[in-house]
């Protein structure tokens, strides 16, 4: 019978048969310990000298960490193991001989692994993190398909910009000057006028010359968008939207989060609603806890943001910033022509922020003004403009950013282990 590590509990007292690759291995005269793993699972296989064939006895003994093989044994409980059970070792066929695996059980430095990171995603660790990156994508389709919204694709080439023009990354478009997508949302607008409440998950890239623990140069953020929906009513869903996740991740992922060595008791609190404090507040706050030099306009940085979420379990949002400071879109306060209908939220513990979004603007003249206001002109435009010449409605949308968020749930300072293969300011290998 051939099975998977994951699934070999239901095999208890049977023998099966699993392909796996060694991950750690220790012997003793009669014993072998063999630390298995096969992308499901970590299993601890044990061959005994006098249960096996000698052939076999040798195999184990002398074979090189990662390599591959066809596995049979027994299936039985074991309350020592970290999984609850073990395999009894009766025959080992090898599949393929590794030499000199480059990721040993002792430490390396960062740059080593992230130059092996084809490799290093084969550990327990990120094996782990890339797990909780899953369950986090799982339970988000989930979420939107439950609440009624449709998955539209945005294009990824594009000849617009979303969030200013000095982080594009520009391509050739044969003849004509396009860019790599920063955020689905002007085709999401447009995607909501056509489906209500829709949703996206893609690639977006941004070249921004920042080398700091939360920023990558190609990240995935989820972008829904939702016609009729307000400022408010739009804080209520990423409120549910975010406790709905880091209940399916504490659900779901229980041995990931302890192989991780996560304090869960600080997600089980995370439920919604989260607390909001407006951009004028979290000033104040902020030269209470002593940051004399921030005036009113400008924007936070990581230790600003970090401040403030101290003073909160839950993440936190951020209402209404300064117009100045936030994109085009975004629609001002009607009681207030200086401030926007945004927010951005702060995850707890100093993971940063994971959302930031708002109410659109749905006039078109004063979009027109926005527009001159920000220099962005011509036909890569025009399309964006005349949704709010044909039934214009209110509507609002946000996007998170997948692996702020993956670092926040699985406890991982920096953004590089959050994603297979990161892009970093000085890295595109491998
Ligand atoms: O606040 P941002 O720039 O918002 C937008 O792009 C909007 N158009 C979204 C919308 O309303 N549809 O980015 C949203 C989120 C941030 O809160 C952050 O989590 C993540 O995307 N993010 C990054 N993640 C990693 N590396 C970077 N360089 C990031 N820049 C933004």
Same mark, same amino acid.
């Given at each position: 019978?051939?099975?998977?590590?994951?699934?070999?509990?239901?095999?208890?007292?049977?023998? +099966?048969?699993? %392909?796996?690759?060694?991950?750690?291995?220790?012997?003793?005269?009669?014993?072998?310990?063999?630390?298995?793993?096969?992308?499901?699972?970590?299993?601890?296989?044990?061959?005994?000298?006098?249960? !096996?064939?000698?052939?076999?006895?040798?195999?184990?003994?002398?074979?090189?960490?990662?390599? *591959?093989?066809?596995?049979? %044994?027994? @299936?039985?409980?074991?309350?020592?193991?970290?999984?609850? #059970?073990?395999?009894?070792?009766?025959?080992?066929?090898?599949?393929?001989?590794?030499?000199?695996?480059?990721?040993?059980?002792?430490?390396?430095?960062?740059?080593?692994?992230?130059?092996?990171?084809?490799?290093?995603?084969?550990?327990?660790?990120?094996?782990?993190?890339?797990?909780?990156?899953?369950?986090?994508?799982? *339970?988000?389709?989930?979420?939107?398909?439950?609440?009624?919204?449709?998955?539209?694709?945005?294009?990824?080439?594009?000849?617009?910009?979303?969030?200013?023009?000095?982080?594009? $990354?520009?391509?050739?478009?044969?003849?004509?000057?396009?860019?790599?997508?920063?955020?689905?949302?002007? #085709?999401? =607008? &447009?995607? &909501?006028?056509?489906?209500?409440?829709?949703?996206?998950? %893609?690639?977006?890239?941004?070249?921004?010359?920042?080398?700091?623990?939360?920023?990558? @140069?190609?990240?995935?953020?989820?972008?829904?968008?939702?016609?009729?929906?307000?400022?408010?009513?739009?804080?209520?869903?990423? =409120?549910?939207?975010?406790?709905?996740?880091?209940?399916? +991740?504490?659900?779901?992922?229980?041995?990931?989060?302890? +192989?991780?060595?996560?304090?869960?008791?600080?997600?089980?609190?995370?439920?919604?609603?989260?607390?909001?404090?407006?951009?004028?507040?979290?000033?104040?706050?902020?030269?209470?806890?002593? $940051?004399?030099?921030?005036?009113? %306009?400008?924007?936070?940085?990581?230790?600003?943001?970090?401040?403030?979420?101290?003073?909160?379990?839950?993440?936190?949002?951020?209402?209404? #910033?300064?117009?100045?400071?936030?994109?085009?879109?975004?629609?001002?306060?009607?009681?207030?022509?200086?401030?926007?209908?945004?927010?951005?939220? @702060? &995850?707890? =513990?100093?993971?940063?922020?994971?959302?930031?979004?708002?109410?659109?603007?749905? /006039?078109?003249?004063?979009?027109?003004?926005?527009?001159?206001?920000?220099?962005?002109?011509?036909?890569?435009?025009?399309?964006?403009?005349?949704?709010?010449?044909?039934?214009? +409605?209110?509507?609002?949308?946000?996007?998170?950013?997948?692996?702020?968020?993956?670092?926040?749930?699985?406890? !991982? /300072?920096?953004?590089?282990?959050?994603?297979?293969?990161?892009?970093?300011?000085?890295?595109?290998?491998?």
């Amino acid at each position: 019978m051939k099975t998977t590590i994951s699934q070999s509990p239901q095999f208890i007292e049977q023998t +099966v048969t699993i %392909g796996a690759w060694l991950a750690n291995k220790r012997s003793s005269g009669k014993i072998a310990f063999l630390q298995l793993r096969d992308g499901t699972g970590f299993i601890q296989g044990v061959v005994v000298k006098n249960d !096996v064939s000698e052939e076999t006895f040798q195999l184990a003994k002398n074979m090189n960490q990662e390599s *591959s093989m066809y596995i049979t %044994g027994k @299936i039985v409980e074991d309350n020592r193991s970290p999984f609850g #059970y073990e395999m009894q070792v009766s025959n080992i066929e090898l599949i393929h001989e590794a030499n000199d695996y480059p990721i040993t059980p002792k430490e390396h430095g960062t740059e080593f692994l992230m130059d092996h990171r084809h490799l290093w995603l084969r550990s327990k660790r990120q094996h782990a993190v890339m797990k909780i990156r899953n369950e986090i994508i799982r *339970s988000t389709y989930q979420f939107f398909n439950d609440n009624g919204y449709v998955k539209i694709d945005p294009p990824i080439l594009t000849g617009s910009s979303a969030e200013g023009t000095t982080e594009l $990354f520009h391509t050739k478009y044969f003849d004509e000057e396009a860019y790599l997508s920063q955020s689905g949302q002007l #085709y999401m =607008e &447009a995607a &909501a006028m056509a489906f209500g409440k829709v949703f996206s998950f %893609g690639p977006t890239f941004r070249a921004e010359k920042s080398k700091t623990r939360r920023h990558l @140069i190609e990240f995935w953020m989820i972008e829904p968008e939702m016609a009729f929906v307000d400022h408010n009513e739009s804080l209520e869903i990423q =409120e549910q939207y975010v406790s709905f996740v880091v209940q399916s +991740v504490l659900e779901n992922c229980k041995l990931e989060l302890s +192989v991780l060595e996560r304090d869960t008791a600080k997600l089980e609190k995370i439920k919604a609603p989260f607390p909001r404090i407006s951009y004028d507040h979290a000033i104040e706050l902020l030269k209470e806890k002593g $940051f004399d030099d921030i005036e009113w %306009g400008e924007d936070f940085g990581a230790p600003h943001e970090t401040a403030i979420a101290e003073n909160f379990e839950q993440p936190v949002f951020i209402t209404n #910033y300064p117009a100045e400071i936030k994109a085009f879109y975004m629609k001002p306060d009607p009681d207030r022509s200086d401030v926007v209908l945004c927010a951005d939220l @702060i &995850a707890p =513990e100093g993971y940063g922020e994971i959302i930031g979004g708002s109410q659109r603007i749905d /006039d078109l003249e004063l979009m027109k003004e926005r527009y001159e206001q920000h220099g962005l002109t011509g036909e890569a435009y025009e399309w964006y403009l005349e949704l709010r010449k044909y039934g214009s +409605v209110p509507h609002s949308g946000f996007g998170l950013g997948l692996e702020r968020t993956v670092a926040w749930l699985s406890g !991982v /300072d920096h953004v590089r282990e959050t994603i297979p293969f990161p892009r970093l300011l000085n890295r595109l290998y491998p």
